[in-house]
């Protein structure tokens, strides 16, 4: 069975979901309050209510309180921002810029072969 695509995130999303990738499941206040980036509550609330309908987030109620919790893990989120740094900002390949990470050690080595597995998946479907 197909995979269903990854819907295209935004610079707000990835910081969301960088919020929840560090600890999930949280409430739209630990979200909001983590975020720590000046919008209005009610602007935390209605992003996060738009990325689950698109499918990256789920929510459930858990005492009249929402609870989010990420369905887009952090390799694949990754892959979408390597895609567009790679070429919009650095005109190189996807692979080139995982080297790039690989080199910083920023990110552990199952993280880095995650995202090459990834990037080699796209490449196949194109």
């Known amino acids: 069975m197909r995979k269903k695509a990854l819907p295209e995130l935004s610079k707000t999303e990835f910081t969301v979901l960088n919020v929840l990738w560090k600890k999930s499941p949280l409430s739209v206040r ?3 309050d983590r975020l720590n980036n000046g919008w209005a509550y009610t602007t935390t609330k209605t992003t996060l209510d738009r990325m689950a309908g698109k ?3 789920t929510r459930e ?3 009249g309180v929402f609870i989010y919790t990420p369905l887009v893990g952090r390799a ?3 892959v979408q921002w ?3 740094i790679a070429d919009n900002v650095f ?3 996807p692979t080139e810029v995982v080297n790039l990470f690989a080199k910083r050690k920023t990110y552990s080595d199952e993280e880095i072969k995650e995202l090459r597995d ?3 998946r796209d490449d ?3």
Do not use: C, M
């Open 91 to 93: 005109d190189l390949e």
């Open 124 to 126: 196949d479907r194109h």
């Open 55 to 57: 499918g990256i987030l």
């Open 30 to 32: 630990e979200i909001h």
């Open 61 to 63: 109620s858990a005492h």
């Open 82 to 84: 390597v895609k567009f």
């Open 118 to 120: 990834l990037l080699s």
């Open 76 to 78: 694949a989120g990754l």
